[in-house]
């Protein structure tokens, strides 16, 4: 091992065991991670419709996923005319 290769070694070592004291300040908290489900259901003069979606934030970011279905009721077992769906 040359000595640079050897200064490198040490140095890497060093600030691996500075973070790990806590010489470079108070640790940071990652930031929480939260969780929202959500349901809808609507009635109208079109039939039945309803909806859910999950929701998860973690700091200022967050992602919704969802799905929704209308009209039931619209076509009952099949024969036109006997909903509002159309």
Request: glycine share 24%; hydrophobic share 35%.
């Amino acid at each position: 091992m040359t000595v640079k290769t050897a200064l490198y070694v040490l140095s890497a070592m060093a600030l691996f065991l500075l973070a790990g004291c806590g010489a470079d300040g108070e640790p940071q908290a990652p930031p929480a991670t939260s969780t929202s489900t959500s349901a809808t259901i609507g009635v109208g003069s079109g039939g039945v419709s309803g909806g859910v979606a999950t929701t998860i934030s973690r700091g200022n970011v967050s992602l919704t996923l969802g799905t929704g279905r209308g009209c039931w009721g619209g076509y009952w077992g099949g024969y036109p005319g006997r909903g509002g769906c159309r």
